[in-house]
């Protein structure tokens, strides 16, 4: 269950809060829990759920090296 962190737009109080993805779609407002504040400001979390060595998709582009960089078989 990934966990969203929150900071209070008016004290700068954290939090971090743990939902479900159909929660946080749902809505989440949560208040602060120093002055009340509603809404808080979402912050980026630092719980990476990828895995290490995201795979990049290789450059499929030709790199004009060969026998079409020449023009010699398009032509
Ligand atoms: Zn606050």
């Not at 929150?6 to 700068?12: E, H, I, L, Q, V």
């Amino acid at each position: 269950m990934p966990i969203y962190a929150y900071a209070c737009r008016a004290c700068s109080e954290r939090l971090e809060l743990r939902a479900s993805i159909a929660e946080k779609e749902a809505g989440l407002a949560p208040t602060c829990p120093a002055c009340g504040s509603t809404p808080m400001r979402q912050l980026l979390t630092t719980f990476a759920t990828r895995s290490s060595g995201d795979p990049q998709p290789a450059s499929s582009a030709p790199a004009g090296a060969g026998c079409c960089g020449g023009g010699c078989c398009g032509a």
